[in-house]
């Protein structure tokens, strides 16, 4: 007789765990060839070589799984899914010369998705996001960070928060939701950045904690965005209602709003494109994430990418996500982010696995339970149709995810091509 709560995967080409305690210089992965991986109910039961299987394991469900590789469940630690309309026009006007900062100062970046997005009612929002958080999934992510910030008043924040909790609970992939109400000054607080600070902090942070809707505060410190001290003030006033801190920093210019962040404690600082030497060995020395996001760069054409190699060297924690959002990276490929690591960055390809498993649930406060394939971690497996991990950086802009399991469960099956298994979705 089958135990039905019970399920192992045998003959694995690779078993990729990115468990510290398997990982060595010679195997930085902790890959186990011909692996096998035991999932009891929602959790990982055993993890060894097919030929180890011990004999509790017999009344399993066995699946063999030849032909494919194992990993964590791809993790996408920053995200903006949550908007309407599009700005494709802003694609052309940089091919014509135009920089992200011109653009939005003349009527088009993120003030342009905000009042799209206000326009639109709830069911449209969860509808649009929907649809961009399955693409999210296609490419092996079991779990992402989400955040708010097109709305930018405090009804329309708590409506985009909203339906990340609905999102949250009708789709198997783990959402964290952030509040971004610090995202830009909305048009009726032009040239009253202050006044806009002040209703960021004395109602949009209150209302969002007493709602329970968000994890997170983040704040987009930049020139002619927020300065480091009303960027520390919203997440301070963050940190007291229990919203845990996270920045955008040094995206266009060093401020040193990373270092700021640090000094908080937030589980990470994204972008750090213009990030000082300083920034870099504060960093490496803190328990922040160093959260780098190449498809932003590279969709930008900027000339500048994070210093990826300066951070590792120095003994930062790196890792890498889509910052899928309208204007800076239309784009939900993780994978594709993985080989801009490598080849824009100059990491190397078990630092790209790193920084989109283990690292990545760092940079969220979750690596107690997912971004390795430990036992007693949530069973959330990617797996690939490809025969060593190194194929998944080297074969550029293609998506080889066949299976996708969130919790032991079956979320997207491929068998030519993929296709969502609309039962497990419910
Ligand atoms: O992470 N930098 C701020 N926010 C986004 C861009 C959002 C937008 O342009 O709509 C980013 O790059
Ligand atoms: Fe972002």
């Known amino acids: 007789m089958t ?7 045998t003959h694995l080409s690779e078993l990729v765990t990115v468990d510290p305690a398997r990982m060595s210089s010679e195997n930085p992965l902790g890959v186990i060839p011909d692996g ?48 309407a309309g599009q700005r494709a026009d802003e ?24 009042s799209a997005t206000r326009s639109v009612s709830f069911d449209d929002l969860f509808l649009l996001a929907e649809s961009r958080i399955l693409e999210s999934m296609r490419f092996g992510v079991t779990t992402m960070e989400a955040k708010s910030g097109y709305g930018l008043t405090t009804a329309s924040e708590i409506k985009s928060l909203e ?82 801190p996270r920045i955008h920093a040094e995206e266009f210019s060093d401020l040193e709003g990373a270092i700021m962040a640090v000094e908080l404690g937030a589980y990470s600082a994204d972008h750090l494109l213009h990030l000082s030497d300083k920034g870099v060995h504060l ?37 890498l996500a889509t910052d899928f959002n309208p204007g800076s990276c ?30 990545a649930a760092k940079a969220l406060g979750k690596s107690h339970d997912r971004g390795s394939l430990t036992v007693g971690k949530r069973a959330d497996i990617a797996l690939f149709s490809l025969s060593t991990y190194h194929e998944l950086l080297y074969h550029l802009g293609m998506n080889f995810l066949s299976q996708l399991w969130i919790e032991g469960e079956p979320v997207l099956i491929s068998e030519t091509e993929m296709q969502l298994e609309q039962t497990s979705l419910n």
Request: net charge negative; with cysteine.
């Open 91 to 114: 694609f052309e006007a940089r091919l014509q010369g135009k920089t992200y900062l011109e653009i939005a100062q003349g009527g088009g970046g993120i003030l342009k998705t905000v």
């Open 283 to 319: 960093l490496a020395e803190s328990d922040t994430v160093a959260t780098l996001l190449p498809g932003t760069a590279f969709y930008l054409r900027l000339k500048d990418y994070a210093p990826a190699r300066k951070l590792l060297d120095a003994g930062a924690t790196v890792a």
């Open 330 to 359: 239309m784009s939900q490929n993780i994978q594709l982010m993985m080989t801009l690591g490598c080849l824009q960055m100059g990491m190397l390809p078990h630092e790209a696995i790193r920084a989109v498993t283990l690292n």
């Open 36 to 83: 096998a991986i035991g999932i009891n109910g929602t959790t990982i039961g055993w993890v060894g070589t097919t030929r180890e299987i011990p004999d509790e394991w017999e009344e399993a469900q066995w699946i063999d799984q030849s032909g494919l590789i194992a990993l964590p469940g791809l993790i996408d630690s920053h995200t903006h899914p949550v908007f």
């Open 163 to 244: 339906v990340l909790k609905a999102l949250n609970e009708d789709l198997p992939v783990d959402i964290l939701p952030t509040f971004m109400g610090a995202h830009d000054i909305p048009p009726e607080y032009k040239g009253k950045t202050e006044d806009y600070v002040d209703l960021v902090c004395n109602e949009m942070i209150p209302a969002v904690a007493e709602s329970g809707l968000a994890q997170f505060c983040d704040v987009f410190c930049e020139q002619g965005y927020f300065s480091v001290a009303q960027s520390r003030r919203i997440l301070e006033t963050g940190l007291k209602y229990g919203l845990s």
């Open 3 to 9: 135990d039905e709560s019970k399920i192992i995967f």
